[in-house]
């Protein structure tokens, strides 16, 4: 009967989610005799347990005839369906489940049903065999599983009861309440994910969230995800309080980091001991706080490696002639090509030790690296011959090839910085966001089957399986992994390059100084002789304006010789003429 509830649970959950109401197709039935939650495996059950799951399948599970002609389920088809089925099969599952549900709303065990358990012990005391006493003396561990098949059992019956609740609802408010982010739905979850909630801390960067992180060790081993780690790292405890966090390992084949906090008694959750979930599992992920609801989702790919992305300078170009290398005939903006400050027009030549003679070359040589490594490039501009360093992108995220797709990757969520290459990952369609990876995913029993480590894409989350997390904390915790040891290499290649920078420094402050003091200098008698150029240029338009007012007056004498001239010839004229009487 557990089984059955667990199988009936998930038969009807899934019901909610494939439904026709949803756009998607139906999910294709589970056989019988096989358990949804293991995969397919067969068990063995007796004539009553099959006899008992038969009918509540059949009613899961929607007909022809309680369909639209549009193919969605009608309100009060679904009603009269209920009715008559209810009236034909008094003494169902589904009218044992009713009147179970009359006497018991919050899913607890029922009363009745232990009454019933009981009475059978105390008539039947002297035919308890060998199992049955063996069961009686059964350990903690094997009364934790009871209890979480309780808890499983439970939520079943909570299912079913939203299902009667909702029969002959219109579709929209169905889909609207029981969507996996429903209010609803989610507190269906509560009792798996209540005590990893404990073990679920905030990361923080000054007062910023950035991840969440999985308490690994109750004396303040936290394990998180490294690459969204930056600047002053704290975690924020269940109370509140934010405590400083130190990088004492990172694991950089999966993301992984364990921080060092200053608490102790930290609540350590259960680690799933079984292989990865497979495609189909239900699974949740606590946030860590009461007051943010967890998120659900299914698996939708069982665990595989996850590619790497190609790593990426950010230029387009084109051969020089003769194996000459490559000339850079676009720089992507924002890219490292950018960021180091190439030029249209500058040739690559090398590639570290490696020559480049065109670019079939030089993709080839790019395909040695990983993202983030860093390169020295040999550079011919004009004549100069240069060496620049720089630190290789992800093609995914810089080139403008992707833009469109990166887009819509990004809508509803913020993706995380690194989403691709991890050793071993499951996915599934959980609605994280990069501040939501590095915390626990659980399953059903309330176990960790993985932490998530990256918001992928639209509708794609990755995890790390649980099996392979517990292996890597275990070397993180030896310090062979410290942050200094895993970044020695790049620590190695930053110590030469500012050698090489304080070699170059060498006397320039030196000279900077001279030259300061030259230029000091200069600009004085510059702004000197600027003064004196204004000063004659203001003696200039004095001399100017004088220089017109004397040509005013010249011409206006000139103007009165000329008349007093032209007079005086003429009145020597007339007094020639009077003097000679030839008038």
């Known amino acids: 009967m557990k089984n059955f509830r667990i199988f009936l649970f998930l038969l009807v959950v899934t019901g909610f989610v494939f439904s026709p109401s949803l756009g998607a197709q139906e999910a294709p039935p589970v056989p019988r005799n096989e358990s949804p939650s293991q995969g397919g495996e067969r068990q063995s059950e007796d004539a009553d347990s099959k006899q008992d799951e038969a009918k509540p399948a059949d009613v899961a599970k ?23 089925e209810k009236d034909a099969e008094p003494n169902s599952e589904l009218q044992e489940n009713d009147n179970e549900s009359e006497m018991k709303s919050d899913g607890k065990t029922r009363p009745g049903e232990e009454k019933a358990d009981d009475q059978q012990e105390e008539e039947k005391p002297d035919k308890k065999s060998d199992d049955k006493q063996d069961e009686d003396n059964q350990d903690d561990g094997k009364q934790d599983d009871d209890k979480q098949d309780d808890d499983k059992k439970g939520i079943a019956e909570r299912a079913l009861d939203k299902l009667r609740s909702i029969r002959g609802t219109p579709n929209i408010e169905r889909v609207n309440k029981f969507s996996k982010q429903s209010d609803d739905f989610v507190r269906l979850f509560e009792p798996v994910v209540a005590s990893v909630n404990e073990s679920t801390l905030t990361i923080m960067a000054g007062k910023q969230p950035i991840a969440l992180g999985t308490v690994v060790d109750s004396n303040g081993l936290v394990l998180t995800k490294a690459s969204e780690l930056r600047g002053s790292i704290g975690c924020k405890l269940n109370d509140g309080t934010i405590v400083e966090a130190k990088v004492i390992g990172i694991d950089p084949q999966t993301d992984l980091a364990l921080l060092k906090v200053d608490a102790e008694n930290l609540n350590v959750a259960q680690w799933s001991e079984e292989p990865s979930p497979l495609t189909g599992r239900w699974l949740a992920t606590p946030k860590g706080s009461r007051d943010d609801k967890a998120t659900i ?58 020559q480049v003679k065109d670019n079939r070359s030089i993709v080839e040589t790019l395909g040695q690296y990983d993202v983030n490594d860093r390169i020295t490039l040999g550079i011919l501009r004009g004549e100069t011959e240069m060496k620049i360093r720089l630190t290789l992108a992800e093609r995914d995220k810089v080139s403008p090839d992707n833009q469109r797709s990166n887009m819509q990757n990004s809508m509803g969520s913020i993706l995380s910085r690194r989403r691709k290459d991890f050793p071993e990952a499951f996915e599934h369609d959980s609605m994280l966001s990069s501040k939501t990876c590095g915390g626990p995913i659980v399953d059903l029993s309330g176990k960790i089957v993985g932490i998530n480590i990256a918001r992928a894409g639209r509708v794609s989350s990755l995890a790390i399986p649980a099996y392979r997390v517990r292996e890597i904390v275990e070397k993180l915790k030896t310090g062979k992994l410290a942050p200094e040891v895993v970044n020695k290499e790049e620590i190695e290649k930053i110590n030469l390059e500012l050698e090489e920078m304080n070699a170059k420094y060498g006397d ?37 304006e004088k220089s017109k007012n004397y040509k005013s007056e010249l011409d206006s004498v000139r103007k009165q010789i000329l008349s007093i001239e032209k007079n005086r010839q003429r009145l020597e004229a007339d007094r020639e003429q009077l003097r000679t009487g030839s008038r």
Request: aromatic share 2%; net charge negative; no cysteine.
């Open 62 to 84: 929607p007909s022809s005839d309680q369909e639209s002609e549009q193919g969605k389920p009608s309100g009060k088809k679904l009603a009269d369906e209920a009715q008559a």
């Open 297 to 354: 989702g299914v698996v939708s790919v069982d665990a595989r490696k996850i590619a790497p992305s190609r790593p990426f300078i950010g230029i387009l170009m084109g051969n020089v002639p003769n194996d000459g290398g490559v000339r850079i005939t676009q720089v992507i903006p924002r890219s490292p090509a950018d960021l180091a400050d190439l030029w249209v027009n500058d040739v690559i030549v090398s590639i570290d030790s490696t």
């Open 508 to 544: 320039l402050p030196e000279k900077k100084s001279v030259l300061e003091r030259n230029y000091n200098v200069e600009k004085a008698r510059m702004d000197e002789l600027n003064q004196t150029i204004k000063d004659l240029e203001t003696r200039m338009k004095v001399i100017e």
